[in-house]
């Protein structure tokens, strides 16, 4: 008879997958990447609230003992799973195991109970054995860990050979209010060939005060809220861009602040490799080569770019940027690319002169 598992959890689903075992995966949460059913739901999924707003609602939940989560105990039931992987490292991203257990009473086969507790790197990487073992495919999780164990090994000898200094960077688990990173991103920072004395390695992350962050003086900024995308961050980057002290940041000043996908920091899979990868060339951009793989889930927030008319260096921003604010009366011209604000100014008022006696 043929093993039904549940994955609780968008990591093990993702690890699940990366290990070719999503045929005895039956039932997902709503934020696993999956066509699977969605047996986990949430009372906040698909909302529009601010980071500030979710924070308030997280604080709250958690002062009344609630939780944001909740079972589809029908589907649950139609299911009838064998095993189920749940968490217990942080009960705002994912339910619960003890939620999980106290929900599965009602079914008539009571399904074996797999939490997942990583605290680091090399916890993630255990995770995927514990995941494989339990669904008889051991040797899936090793061939997989061999496989990343080359591309890690492949930074750090690049790192060796060039003789690459450590960065001071910061990479931000929330916006406002400001969070550090804890748990596993300081391993991978490390392993990217760099530092953050901010973090808190194998622990929670934590509030961590604007003037703070502004005496640190990262080189390097990688904000990366948890649970948001690039598109989802680049909406409330503007927070930080208006904090006093921003353009004294080295990392301002070195055009060296990225907005990236959680998804390759947060989400314990072995997909972090992907997230080492990605640092990798945020920090040392001169002898890692940014990958096409990142172009849509990792952005530059400030470029330096050369006008093609007076040949001008200036800077543009992902988001927010100056040309925003001045008349859309595109397309200038798309193939020639951006123009300085000097000479974009007086193209717009050509363009809407040509309009007007038109």
């Not at 699977?36 to 609602?57: A, D, H, L, Q």
């Not at 804890?182 to 005060?209: C, E, F, K, R």
């Not at 961050?233 to 503007?238: Q, R």
């Not at 000097?342 to 050509?350: A, F, P, T, V």
Request: some cysteine.
């Amino acid at each position: 008879m043929a093993l039904k598992v549940c994955s609780f959890l968008p990591a093990a689903t993702r690890m699940i997958h990366q290990m070719g075992l999503e045929e005895s995966l039956y039932g997902v949460t709503f934020e696993c990447p999956s066509d699977k059913p969605k047996v986990v739901r949430s009372y906040i999924e698909g909302n529009t609230y601010s980071s500030n707003e979710i924070e308030k609602i997280v604080s709250e939940s958690k002062q009344m003992g609630k939780s944001l989560y909740y079972i589809d105990e029908e589907l649950l039931q139609e299911i009838a799973p064998d095993i189920i992987f749940t968490q217990d490292v942080c009960d705002v991203c994912q339910i619960s195991t003890s939620y999980v257990e106290r929900a599965i009473y009602k079914l008539e086969k009571q399904p074996l109970i797999i939490p997942l507790i990583p605290r680091n790197l090399n916890d993630v990487y255990a995770n995927a054995i514990d995941i494989a073992k339990a669904m008889g495919k051991e040797e899936a999780a090793y061939k997989l860990l061999a496989e990343l164990k080359k591309r890690t090994d492949t930074i750090t000898d690049t790192l060796r050979k060039h003789n690459a200094p450590l960065k001071r960077v910061m990479v931000m688990e929330w916006l406002d209010p400001i969070y550090n990173c804890g748990h596993w991103i300081p391993y991978q920072i490390a392993q990217a060939g760099g530092v953050d004395m901010l973090s808190n390695p194998a622990g929670y992350s934590i509030i961590t005060p604007w003037d703070k962050v502004v005496r640190y003086n990262p080189e390097v900024l990688v904000v990366a809220p948890c649970g948001f995308n690039i598109e989802r961050t680049a909406k409330e980057i503007d927070k930080l861009a208006q904090r006093e002290e921003w353009k004294d940041l080295a990392a301002v000043k070195n055009n060296a602040v990225f907005i990236a996908d959680a998804d390759l920091f947060t989400c314990p899979s072995t997909e972090l490799v992907d997230g080492i990868e990605l640092l990798a060339s945020t920090f040392h951009p001169d002898i890692f080569p940014f990958q096409e793989k990142f172009k849509d889930k990792c952005k530059q927030l400030y470029m330096q770019k050369k006008c093609p008319k007076c040949s001008v260096n200036f800077t543009c921003s992902a988001s927010g940027c100056w040309c925003s604010e001045l008349p859309q009366v595109m397309p200038m011209n798309p193939e020639a690319g951006c123009y300085c604000p000097d000479c974009l100014k007086e193209l717009i008022e050509s363009k809407i002169k040509e309009q007007a006696i038109k």
